[in-house]
């Protein structure tokens, strides 16, 4: 025995055991003096122990020792179970699922981090570093290996595609010439589905998906009832069944986003195999949520309390595989995160090959969302949730867009992207204007595959134009029947084929209220081939004639036409017979002899007034007869007069009669009584012309205040004014060239035209004291009175007897309308005179009467004063009020010089300087007595020479008594008198003699 005797054994190692048949001197040819023998050194350390490289290290649980530290296995292949010795090459059976020389793991299977032995590698992988799942580096066939996760997948996502890989010492290497069975999944695109529903109009198949179950449809053939409708500037418009259908494998990490306007809930997107494990929703409140299922069968969901109803939004859904194998997935709200969910667990998504719907989940029968969808973008990685989002440059300045900067429009399914006009009814598939329900660029294209692509072929009646399709010339787009029909002869293009359709005009023709007309009215001006309003009519009023004033010529305040009243130039005050008189607050009244005319007329040729086919005239009127014209318009044909336009009164009942094309005359007289005007009382009259109906006819519309009525069965045609060679005139007709008839009697206030349907009101209802007055007279009731009266603010007075024919408005003789008494022309009744009464002259902006000359109210006229007088209020010469130079004004007479007791100032007034101007007392004998006043000189006699001489003419001076005058010859004499030139004694007219 070697180690032991029967009795005790050795304790420690024995590298090696020799014994020789002969003593041996020297051992240095067996053991080298460092490492023994083969130059191999022996191990110092204890069992416990091994070395490695430099030092002993400990085997740690391993009583039998090591040569490693991760297992006890002392082989030197540490996947070797049993080997022959320690050396390489010595193993005799590997470890279960190791083969070889050195031994190795078999495919599908990793050495174990002890060393000890091979673990099986994920599902799928042929070579791994871990055994989770994504830690391949290698895949068994039948697999893919897909780089981006490390991942043997059974089918690689849409956007890669599978090769083949040669494998060589268990690594991958590059692209193989033939097929070994190892394959990987190389990158194609970084995404699996790009739907981008923008522009599209197909009905079959669209970015790989196929639109509804039947993919032979073609647009416009809506037959399949699981179609989402192509909306323009919105994707595609889905509803419950709506769905769109392809086939896709999603990757483990993936970013799916989605532009989406949600109206009601239901499924956006769901994936399928054999049953749901991917699916976006929106609920009833319209949150959005994620439900997936994962690897070991397991779901999870991911959902917010953020409503995205009624609105674009861009929502985000993302799965990132983290490093320990767990799956992150995060929800984004236009790019704002807003939940995310961690698995607890090393799992992902695992995907294969199958259907995926986009609206209506099909095999389950779950209703889809209804809304719009524009884009749908699934990418093969984490970390794209804002790449299809941009929030600067979007083309119609919305404040987010697709990555085609092309906003969304907001605008509902049955309206279009303008500012969301309505398409027209019936358009059950939307539209992109208001002319059709086609979706097509060009109305007249029959189908087409986008919303702004050229079309292959045209319509009947249409061809194409610089690419587009065009109604031919003389043919138009006919709404009812959406169809391109050839047009009214005058029409080159038309939307219906009668004469009222007309959207532009052969040459020498001008468009205007869908007619073609030879000319343009009054109120419009030439654009081309088009009549447009001219600016400055407001609610198409073209004619307002206000005779509110006291004009001979009356201009109207629409289009400054010259109205001139009666035959001539004479006016107020020489009123001629034919002249309508002018009244205040009424208008003008018309005598029954009375009528104004519109140019032509003698001495003036324009602006001549044309109407439009459809139009509108109202007038104010206090009618006294029950017949009569208001209104005429026509020709001298043939000797007399043929009527274009006569508004009348017949029979009390309002009147409107036409020449139409082709020269037929019709009037309409209504005959319902709420129509009838109520004589010598204010009535609004209204008369309009008008097109209607299918096919068009024209209609005559009358109205009496608030009561309306309007023709029927008139002809099929439209009524075309005169442009030239006519007469107009107003309060009367014509009968032949130099005959009048039919005269109107009463008060016109005004009378408009409007040279189409006014779209404002007319007339006023809230009215002081009356339920209607006029729309522009300050919600003020007309004054009732008549022409023998006139309005004094609370009620109609009577004018003089002499003004019973003529109006006034006041209480005078001769019929003054004017507000100052001394005029004897002008304008109105308010504003400066125009010409003076006779010997009366304007200052400042009144009449006065001349120098010399009064106001007589009396017979209202300037009359001639004293002579003394430069003015004054009567005929005596005490009623001066100025006086001439050289003379002084004092207690209203006219003197020389200021009289005693005044003084004169330098406006020519004498002023009252002491009141007692004479006090004479002849208790004396003195010849020449002054006064104690004035200091005036009284002589008696003829001279001073008095007592005790008396002279024959000299009084008898008598004590206590005065001077005894015989009555005979006594006098006294005062300045002048002999050489007594003064002071004077002057008295005023009004004076006080006491005695």
Not at 568 to 589: E, K, L, Q, S, V
């Amino acid at each position: 025995m070697v180690g032991k005797s029967s009795s005790s054994g050795f304790a420690g190692f024995i590298n090696s055991f020799q014994l020789w048949n002969a003593p041996i001197s020297s051992f240095s040819s067996y053991i080298n003096a460092v490492c023994g023998s083969g130059h191999a050194c022996l191990w110092s350390c204890d069992l416990s122990h091994y070395w490695s490289e430099s030092s002993y290290l400990s085997c740690n649980s391993c009583s039998k020792g090591c040569v490693r530290a991760i297992n006890c296995n002392i082989c030197d292949d540490s996947l070797c179970l049993i080997c022959a010795g320690f050396g390489a090459g010595k193993c005799t059976q590997c470890v279960s699922n190791a083969i070889g020389t050195p031994c190795t793991c078999i495919a599908g299977y990793m050495t174990s981090f002890d060393g000890s032995s091979c673990v099986a590698c994920s599902n799928g992988c042929s070579h791994c570093t871990d055994t989770a799942y994504n830690t391949c580096s290698a895949c068994n066939k039948g697999f893919y290996f897909f780089p981006p996760t490390r991942q043997c997948l059974n089918s690689c996502p849409s956007g890669y595609s599978a090769f083949p890989r040669m494998a060589r010492n268990g690594a991958i290497l590059g692209k193989a010439l033939y097929n070994t069975g190892i394959n990987t999944c190389d990158y194609s695109v970084d995404y699996g589905i790009n739907l981008d529903l923008t522009d599209k109009i197909s009905l079959n198949t669209v970015s790989g998906f196929n639109v509804g179950w039947d993919v032979a449809n073609t647009y416009p053939y809506f037959t399949d009832v699981n179609h989402p409708i192509p909306s323009y500037k919105r994707g595609y418009y889905f509803e419950a069944n709506s769905y769109l259908l392809s086939s896709v494998v999603i990757a483990p990490a993936f970013t799916i986003s989605i532009w989406v306007k949600s109206i009601v809930n239901g499924i956006i997107l769901s994936k399928h195999l054999s049953s749901p494990i991917l699916t976006i929703s929106i609920d009833t409140s319209g949150h959005p949520s994620l439900l997936i299922t994962f690897s070991d069968s397991s779901s999870a969901a991911l959902s917010t309390s953020t409503s995205i109803f009624n609105s674009w939004h861009f929502l985000s859904f993302t799965g990132q595989i983290q490093s320990n194998g767990k799956t992150l997935l995060n929800l984004y709200i236009n790019t704002t995160p807003i939940n995310s969910y961690t698995t607890t667990t090393s799992i992902c998504f695992e995907d294969l090959l199958g259907e995926i719907y986009v609206g209506n989940d099909q095999p389950l029968g779950f209703a889809g969302f209804e809304g719009f969808l524009s884009r749908i973008m699934i990418y093969n990685s984490y970390s794209h949730q804002a790449d299809d989002y941009k929030v600067s440059s979007c083309s119609s300045g919305c404040s987010a867009c697709p990555s085609n900067f092309q906003c969304l429009s907001e605008c509902a399914f049955n309206s279009y992207p303008d500012s969301c006009s309505s398409c027209l009814p019936g358009c059950n598939k939307g539209c992109v204007d208001n002319l059709s329900c086609s979706l097509c660029r060009d109305k007249e294209c029959p189908a087409c595959d986008n919303f702004t692509g050229e079309c292959a072929s045209c319509i009947a009646n249409a061809a194409k134009v610089n690419g587009h399709c065009k109604c031919v010339a003389g043919a138009g787009w006919i709404l009812s029947s959406q169809t391109c029909e050839f047009c009214h002869s005058i029409c080159d293009n038309c939307s219906t084929v009668q004469f009222d359709g007309c959207l532009t005009c052969i040459s020498g023709y001008y468009l205007i209220q869908s007619l073609c007309m030879p000319f343009c009215p009054t109120g419009y001006v030439i654009n081309g081939s088009n009549c447009d309003r001219a600016p400055g009519y407001a609610n198409y009023l073209v004619f307002n004639l206000m005779p509110h004033q006291i004009k001979d010529i009356v201009t109207d305040l629409a289009s400054s036409i010259p109205v001139l009243t009666g035959k001539d130039n004479n006016f107020y005050p020489n009123y001629d017979t034919t002249d309508p008189i002018a009244t205040i607050y009424r208008g003008y009244y018309f005598t029954g002899s009375s009528y104004m005319q519109l140019p032509p007329y003698t001495g003036t040729s324009s602006p001549l007034f044309t109407f439009s086919p459809k139009f509108v005239m109202t007038t104010w009127i206090k009618p006294i007869s029950s017949t009569g014209t208001i209104f005429s318009k026509g020709q001298i044909s043939g000797g007399t007069f043929k009527k274009y336009v006569s508004f009348e009164l017949i029979g009390k009942m309002p009147s409107l009669a036409l020449t139409l094309k082709g020269s037929t005359i019709i009037a309409y007289a209504s005959s319902n009584p709420l129509l009838e005007v109520t004589l010598l009382q204010w009535s609004f009259l209204f008369v309009e012309s008008s097109i209607s109906g299918t096919p068009p006819q024209q209609i005559i519309t009358l109205q009496t205040n608030s009561n309306s009525d309007f023709s029927s069965s008139l002809p099929s045609s439209w009524f075309i004014d005169l442009q030239n060679s006519f007469l107009i005139s107003i309060g009367v007709s014509y009968l032949d060239a130099s005959t009048l008839t039919s005269f109107f009697n009463g008060f016109l206030w005004d009378l408009k035209i409007y040279n189409d349907i006014p779209s404002s009101a007319l007339v006023s209802s809230t009215c002081n004291t009356c339920s209607l007055c006029p729309i522009d007279n300050a919600n003020t009731c007309l004054d009732s009175c008549l022409i023998d009266s006139y309005w004094n603010g609370n009620s109609c007075l009577a004018c003089l007897t002499g003004c019973s024919s003529k109006g006034c408005v006041r209480k005078d003789l001769n019929c003054n309308l004017c507000q100052d008494v001394i005029c004897e022309k002008c304008n109105d009744y308010t504003s400066t005179c125009n010409k003076c009464k006779t010997n009366a002259s304007l200052v400042g902006t009144s009449c006065q009467c001349n120098s010399g000359y009064y106001w007589n109210d009396s017979n209202e006229s300037c009359e001639l004063c004293d002579i003394s007088c430069k003015s004054c209020t009567s005929p005596n010469w005490y009623d001066c009020l100025a006086c001439y130079s050289g003379y002084y004004k004092v207690l209203g007479s006219c003197t020389s010089s200021c009289p005693s007791g005044y003084t004169s100032s330098s406006a020519g007034v004498c002023i009252i300087s002491q009141e007692k101007i004479f006090d004479l007392n002849l208790n004396t004998l003195n010849g020449v007595v002054y006064d104690k006043a004035s200091l005036i000189p009284v002589v008696t006699g003829s001279t001073k020479e008095f007592y005790p001489d008396y002279e024959a003419d000299d009084p008898i001076p008598a004590y206590l008594r005065g001077f005894y005058f015989n009555g005979e010859s006594s006098l006294l004499r005062m300045p002048e008198y002999s050489t007594y030139n003064s002071p004077k004694l002057v008295i005023v007219p009004s004076f006080t003699i006491s005695i």
